[in-house]
Each structure stands twice: as C-alpha cells, then as structure tokens.
C-alpha cells in the first residue's frame, strides 16, 4: 500500500480494481488547523484509456498496480500509429499517437530505454526513460557573452517539441530533457 503523500506521477496503482497510471498531482495544504492535506491526481485507466479524478489524505493509500516491465524498442511511426518490438520475444505491437500524446513529443526511432508495462500478458502502456537527449533543431540565434544572464528562450527540438533553453544555446546543440516535465535539464556531454 502506497500512501498519498508518496504518490509520483507516471506511478501506477489500483483504482477500483484496474491499473491507473498516475498523470498529475495537486497538493492543497489546509489553512485551518488539523486540516489534512489533500492530495488530488488525475490518472488514465490503462486498459481503457478514461481518466479519472480522485482525492486522498496524506495517510490514504492505493495498492501498486501488479504488473510487468519488459525492455522494448520504438521502431517507427507510421500514419495512425507507433511501432514497437518487444526485444525479449522480438513481437511486435503498435499504439495510436491518441494513446501516447503525453510521450509522442520525445520519442525517437530506435529509441533505446523505453519500457512496456504489462498485464496478463497485453502490454497496456510505454515507458520512456526520465531523461533523453535531443537536438535543437530551431532557435533564435544565441548572444555571445549571454550566458551568465539565465535568460531563456524557446527552443525547438528535433521531436517538435519546444521547451525553454539558455539564451546562449544555438541550433545542433544536443540537450538533456525531462520527459515527465518536459523541461531543460541541461546540456548533453
């Protein structure tokens, strides 16, 4: 039993007896004296992809998920859907870019790191790595001797994805990104 203060996002849990991959958590701290802390998540039934909306006091909890991780590669994307391989078995299996919308914006072919959660045997969600490293591939030009500054600018990358970056980064600069924030973490060695 996983208490609602040790939630994390991407966490997945039972709720009423399905696996729910955890998407977003609001803390609201009480104003009022022995007032619990609320923590409200928004999270996606993985076998049927509908969201839903729960809150719990910090000493509430939720059963993790039983379920399995496997070790896959993103092959490629085709009009509809995302393939991928499982590199155990070598089967492969395909999503519809509905269904991974949160992770489309950082995924590339051949994309090493990327995990499949499954149960009873269906694989039910991806799992991309924390961190990946893209390139820049459009930015305004950077300012020499700004980068001490710690002014950004919009930055995008080769996924399409934009994120905010030093103003003293330029095109082919390769990045480290969060994928469960989308945020710059820094730049690649």
Do not use: C
């Not at 070790?71 to 085709?78: I, K, N, S």
């Not at 480290?176 to 973490?185: A, F, I, K, P, S």
């Amino acid at each position: 039993m996983v208490p609602a203060k040790d939630f994390k996002r991407r966490m997945v849990v039972e709720i009423d007896g399905a696996p729910h991959m955890i998407e977003q958590i609001q803390v609201q701290t009480p104003s009022a004296r022995g007032a619990a802390t609320l923590y409200k998540i928004k999270a996606r039934n993985l076998k049927t992809k509908a969201r839903v909306e729960k809150s719990y006091r910090g000493t509430d909890g939720l059963n993790e998920s039983s379920f399995e991780r496997r070790p896959v590669q993103y092959l490629y994307r085709d009009a509809d859907e995302f393939h991928f391989m499982d590199a155990a078995d070598f089967s492969q299996f395909s999503f519809t870019a509905e269904d991974l919308r949160d992770l489309v914006s950082f995924m590339t072919e051949n994309m090493e790191g990327v995990q499949a959660l499954v149960v009873d045997d269906e694989v039910i969600a991806i799992e991309l790595p924390d961190t990946v490293e893209l390139p820049i591939v459009e930015s305004a030009p950077g300012v020499r001797g700004n980068s001490a500054t710690g002014r950004t600018k919009p930055a995008t990358l080769s996924t399409g994805h934009i994120l905010q970056v030093p103003e003293h980064l330029d095109q082919g600069v390769i990045v480290r990104v969060d994928t469960r924030t989308g945020e710059y973490l820094g730049r690649a060695n």
